[in-house]
T-cell receptor, first 115, second 115 residues
Framework: AQSVTQLDSHVSVSEGTPVLLRCNYS??????LFWYVQHPNKGLQLLLK??????LVKGINGFEAEFKKSETSFHLTKPSAHMSDAAEYFC?????????????FGTGTRLQVTL | DAGITQSPRHKVTETGTPVTLRCHQT?????MYWYRQDPGHGLRLIHY???????DKGEVSDGYSVSRSKTEDFLLTLESATSSQTSVYFC??????????????FGPGTRLTVL
């Protein structure tokens, strides 16, 4: 079975400092991995995705993630946090079945950005 | 936003009453999904559809049924609502699935409270 583990339920950073949100995955196959962001009382927005092309993936709003097979990790980073980055972030692995693809979500990391 | 709307956006109901949530999309996506979001669980798949009248169960399908009579609408029904079904429900769509799965895009969500 495929799964993801988000290692921190809550991360707090100061505005202008780097962001690191950690995610480890478990997969029997070469996985497709995603990061989604959810702002308060909003739906989920795709930040970036890895689908077996380049291991360093760039997303929206300055975020990027690096797929490391040897470490089974897909950590999300941003060089400089902005107040608008405060949200909940979900690491997701996709399982492709015969009829559809199914997403398995991590439990989420809430990012707090302080002045 | 992938042209997805959900209705109602908020609903309060009583235990034992039937409830139907609607997901409507305007971009002719073949695949549609229903998830529920609960604290500490991320999002979990309830049911999905891979075409008109073609549906299948997800990991938390007990107590839920779905129908898809036309491409643009995917209905989620709680036949007899229980307090454990209090949650935020998200619809998602994708153009392709299976081995060539595409990205899933999410609607704004429906907050359901069962008293």
């Amino acid at each position: 079975a495929q799964s993801v583990t988000q290692l921190d339920s809550h991360v707090s950073v100061s505005e202008g400092t780097p962001v690191l949100l950690r995610c480890n995955y478990s997969s029997s196959y070469s996985p497709s991995l995603f990061w989604y962001v959810q702002h308060p009382n909003k739906g989920l927005q795709l930040l970036l995705k890895y689908t077996s092309a380049a291991t360093l993936v760039k997303g929206i709003n300055g975020f990027e993630a690096e797929f490391k097979k040897s470490e089974t990790s897909f950590h999300l980073t941003k060089p400089s946090a902005h107040m608008s980055d405060a949200a909940e972030y979900f690491c997701v692995v996709r399982v492709n079945t015969g009829t559809a693809s199914k997403l398995t979500f991590g439990t989420g990391t809430r990012l707090q950005v302080t002045l | 936003d992938a042209g997805i709307t959900q209705s109602p956006r908020h609903k309060v109901t009583e235990t034992g009453t039937p409830v139907t949530l609607r997901c409507h999309q305007t971009e002719n996506h073949r695949y549609m999904y229903w998830y529920r979001q609960d604290p500490g669980h991320g999002l979990r798949l309830i049911h999905y559809s891979y075409g008109v009248k073609d549906t299948d169960k997800g990991e938390v399908s007990d107590g839920y049924s779905v129908s898809r009579s036309k491409t643009e609408d995917f209905l989620l029904t709680l036949e007899s609502a229980t307090s454990s079904q209090t949650s935020v429900y998200f619809c998602a769509v994708a153009t392709s699935g299976g081995l060539k799965a595409d990205t899933q895009y999410f609607g704004p969500g429906t907050r359901l409270t069962v008293l």
